[in-house]
């Protein structure tokens, strides 16, 4: 998990001279870079989601991890959970559970935080997470001057996910086609343009509520491949 806890402290850092820049810069500046992020966001996402082999497991798993995420809520439960970490530490920052969910979504859904957790888990290889890490750091700064300190709070579910990821494929990762691999991400992808299209503010997304289509996507390829190999 060293590429992970390298990640954590530098998104942490980042964010904090994020927010004191926050507090120097234009209200004008601040929405700009705001639309900066929420282009990038979709372009990442149309980049990664283009890369889907199988489009009916993408269509299906999302379709009935919608239904399953809906059903649960996630998206209440998340907001739930940020906003006990506000009432507790005392912050009044409006914006403060989006810029946590946000920006977890960032720093989470993207490929290098499969591919990386997997090379890390089954390899020992910490390059892609050193390197996502960097990255990070730069997206988190321009985060928390957007949306303040939950973008900070957002390490919390950074490592108990990408943490997670990189022991379970520690363990199981001989489990993971390529393929699986690679359907995730473009998965991901797609949760990516739905956040884009919530950072500029065009249509609100409930993306937490869609997150369980990671499960089916996992599920179904491995279906697909066992029909094959039969």
Known sequence: MIGTLLNVPTVLLDSILGILLKSRLPEKLTKTVFQALGLFTLALGFIMAIKAQNYLIIVFSLVLGAIIGELIDLELITDRFSEKIKNKIKIKDEKFSEGMLTAFLLFCMG??????????????????????????????????????????????????YQGGLTIFAAYLGK??????????TALGGILLVGLGINILEIKKIKIFNILPALLFVVFFTWLNAIFQWI
């Open 175 to 184: 489990f993971f086609s390529e393929l699986m691999i690679t359907e995730m």
């Open 111 to 160: 490929s290098m935080t499969i591919l990386g957790a997997f090379d890390e888990g089954m390899k020992g290889d910490t390059t892609l997470l050193i390197t996502k890490s960097v990255m990070d750091g730069f997206a988190a700064m321009a985060l928390a001057s957007a949306f303040g300190l939950g973008v900070s709070f957002s390490v919390i579910p950074l490592l108990i």
